[in-house]
């Protein structure tokens, strides 16, 4: 999944957070072969759409009530997770406001 999901060959930039290359040019959703994170064919997550409304709900329900940012002198988080039985975020500093 790591090694797909961050193959240059495939992505060119994997490490950049750039949402729109999965946009065309008229900014439509375009679906990647490649973009695989609940696996694909008969073995393939029975979970995903349980897992994707509640990442939708619990994302959108987040960014609408609070904006965030990295407090000055920080440094920006790293690309780069930790290895445990899943990869997960490094530690990083981040300044959390309640929306108006
Ligand atoms: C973001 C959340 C999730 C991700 C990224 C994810 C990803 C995956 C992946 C990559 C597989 C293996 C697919 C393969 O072998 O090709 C899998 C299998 C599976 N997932 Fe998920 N999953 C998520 C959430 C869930 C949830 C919420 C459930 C259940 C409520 C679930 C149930 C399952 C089951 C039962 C399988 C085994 C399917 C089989 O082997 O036939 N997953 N998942």
Redesign the pocket.
């Known amino acids: 999944?790591y090694g797909l999901h961050h193959d240059p060959k495939i992505w060119g930039d994997p490490f950049n957070f750039r949402p729109e290359r999965f946009l065309d040019s008229n900014g439509k959703f375009v679906k990647h072969a490649a973009l695989l994170?609940?696996?694909?064919?008969k073995?393939?997550?029975?979970?995903?759409v349980?897992?994707r409304n509640n990442?939708f709900l619990f994302f959108t329900g987040v960014m609408q009530r609070y904006s965030m940012k990295v407090p000055d002198g920080h440094p920006r988080p790293s690309e780069v997770g930790e290895g445990g039985l899943s990869i997960a975020p490094k530690r990083f500093e981040i300044k959390v406001k309640v929306r108006n």
């Open positions: 999944m994170p609940f696996g694909a064919g073995r393939s997550c029975l979970g995903e349980l897992a990442l």
